[in-house]
T-cell receptor, first 114, second 114 residues
């Protein structure tokens, strides 16, 4: 039962363009969402998050959008840079049985071409 | 703080052998998580602890897997006996439940069972 899904295994983007990574969730008890970035041979590192009381959070080139009615969130990277090439994981946390833990998606491999 | 420390970084073992993975969380963090990364399922939560007490072990694949947290600064994940399908990267993460939903990850242990 995959409660957090990233349906695109990979994404390829030209440098300077926008990268849009998508994530869907099924558990309505989730109320906090995070994006992590992972380079090879390293652990995931936190990138940006959003609470369910907001629909947008911005940090520099990174913006996360949340559509609660659609149970969908997305990460926008503008402009994309070659150093952004990594695996991006969407994660969710919430109340009830989800309290305290992060549930991750499968990840999306982003490749930014120079 | 040095961050979450995992050992060993790489482990190669023969099928049937016992494997023990180790984790030192960030000092002061009251949550500790064990995740397994696979291509198909991304980051799977195996088990997590709060204040050294196991809270949810529903992600542990089977009885061959066990985890302990004897004190606030140390945790182990043991596989006995190991099987080739256990080959994956295992991550430990910790979180300060009072101040943050963000979890900090170690660099992972790449396990290969031959």
């Amino acid at each position: 039962d995959q409660q957090v899904k990233q349906n695109s295994p990979s994404l390829s983007v030209q440098e300077g363009r926008i990268s849009i990574l998508n994530c869907d969730y099924t558990n309505s008890m989730f109320d906090y969402f995070l994006w992590y970035k992972k380079y090879p041979a390293e652990g995931p590192t936190f990138l940006i998050s959003i609470s369910s009381i907001k629909d947008k959070n911005e940090d520099g080139r990174f913006t996360v959008f949340l559509n609660k009615s659609a149970k969908h969130l997305s990460l926008h990277i503008v402009p994309s840079q070659p150093g952004d090439s990594a695996v991006y994981f969407c994660a969710a946390s919430g109340q009830g049985t989800s309290y305290g833990k992060l549930t991750f998606g499968q990840g999306t491999i982003l490749t930014v071409h120079p | 703080d040095a961050g979450v420390i995992q050992s060993p970084r790489h482990e190669v073992t023969e099928m049937g052998q016992e494997v023990t993975l180790r984790c030192k969380p960030i000092s002061g963090h009251d949550y500790l998580f064990w995740y397994r990364q696979t291509m198909m399922r991304g980051l799977e939560l195996l088990i997590y602890f709060n204040n050294n007490v196991p809270i949810d072990d529903s992600g542990m694949p089977e009885d061959r897997f066990s985890a302990k947290m004897p004190n606030a600064s140390f945790s182990t994940l043991k596989i006995q006996p190991s099987e080739p399908r256990d080959s994956a990267v295992y991550f430990c993460a910790s979180r300060d439940g009072q101040t943050s939903t963000e979890a900090f990850f170690g660099q992972g242990t790449r396990l290969t069972v031959v």
